[in-house]
Structure formats: C-alpha cells, structure tokens
C-alpha cells in the first residue's frame, strides 16, 4: 500500500552489543618515577601530598591504576605501606649503595656534616619500562610521570601506537629530549595547590582560650 511508512525491526542483541563496544571505558595507567618526582618537588621546598596526588590522577585524567616505582630501603616499608594504602601500586626495584669510601683528607667540611647520610640509588628506570611493555595490552593511555629523558624510548613508543596521554613532569627541568612532545607536557608544579603536603594543625597544640571576663 502506498504512503505507508515501513516499520524498521533490529536485532535487539546487536544493537547492544554495539553500544557495549561503544562505550566501552578506557584503562588508563600511570606510571610514576617516584625518584625523579619525589626529589625534583623536593627541591622546589615542598612536599606532595601522595593521597591528593592520586585523587588528582583518577579526577584529572581518568587514572585507574597508578605503579609507582621505587628503590627499596628496608627502613622505609612503613611508606610503601602508606603509599599503597593510598591507591600507588608499588614496584619495589633493589637499591645499592652509591657512598664511595673516601679519607678525611679529601671531604669537604659540608661532607663531612652529612657524612651519615646513605647516598641510595635505585635504578628505577628499566623496572617502569619493563611494567609499561609488560601492562600495554591492558591499557588504552599511558601517562608518564617523570622527567627522566631515560624514558624517551618508550614516550616515543607509546606516541606511535597511540597511547601516549600525557607526560606529567615535576617542573620545568625536564629533559630536552620531551620537546618534541610538548603537546602532551603538563608540569606538576603549576598545580602546587592542589597537591601540596601540609600539616594540619593539632588541637592539642592550642593555645588554650582566655576565659571571658
């Protein structure tokens, strides 16, 4: 019959198997040097709040695992304890001495004052390679949280298969080797107040009040 519209019948298991494909959520994966970060804010005089820092990856990009990678030091368990109670999933990497037995003769006055600080490295960089090839079929986007131009093979890997999402450096200091990828730069200093560390005061400490008179 004409003028008559036609009625239009789907698959009702198609159509929501196309929407599932559609709105299928991204992974996004964080992978943090905490050495090149932690010491690098360090030097600006001021401290991440490592709670507010993950709070700030998931609100800001989405982040639903976070690896931070860090030198292990067996008097610091309780902070890789705090940090993984914090949301980090902690790669620990083995640390070595980095002091180098020297005479008296030949320290300074200032290495001597410091002369019972432990110089420890970690030599993070190929352990958070190793975890970002390792985890790549799992993730959509990689964010990169160094800035460590020891990671520039693996930024310009991840750039050419499409799942470079960001390079999150400490400061303007980052290596000259990200340059090319300054679109994907963003400098965690510049969000000083939102991720700062800061003590909140103890009621106890208080002055007590003056009665009214």
């Not at 991204?26 to 001021?46: C, H, K």
């Not at 982040?63 to 705090?82: K, L, S, T």
């Not at 180098?100 to 019972?116: F, I, L, M, N, V």
Request: hydrophobic share 30%; glycine share 4%.
């Amino acid at each position: 019959m004409q003028g008559k519209k036609r009625r239009k019948f789907y698959d009702k298991n198609v159509i929501v198997e196309t929407n599932m494909r559609r709105k299928k959520p991204q992974n996004v994966y964080a992978f943090i040097d905490n050495q090149n970060l932690n010491a690098t804010i360090q030097n600006l005089g001021w401290k991440i709040d490592w709670r507010k820092f993950r709070k700030f990856l998931s609100d800001k990009y989405k982040v639903n695992q976070a690896f931070m990678f860090i030198g292990y030091v067996p008097e610091f368990e309780d902070m890789y304890e705090y940090l993984h109670d914090a949301g980090f999933n902690i790669v620990l990497k083995q640390t070595y001495d980095m002091t180098k037995p020297r005479s008296d003769e030949e320290k300074s006055e200032e290495e001597k004052a410091a002369e019972k600080e432990r110089h420890i490295k970690g030599n993070v960089d190929t352990e958070l390679v190793l975890w970002a090839m390792k985890e790549l079929p799992n993730y959509s986007k990689a964010i990169l949280v160094s800035g460590d131009g020891d990671f520039y093979s693996l930024v310009e890997y991840l750039e050419e298969q499409g799942k470079l999402a960001k390079i999150l450096t400490p400061s303007w200091q980052y290596s000259g080797l990200f340059n090319r990828f300054e679109s994907y730069i963003v400098r965690i200093d510049k969000c000083r107040h939102e991720l700062e560390y800061r003590k909140r005061p103890n009621p106890h400490n208080q002055p007590a009040k003056k009665p009214q008179e």
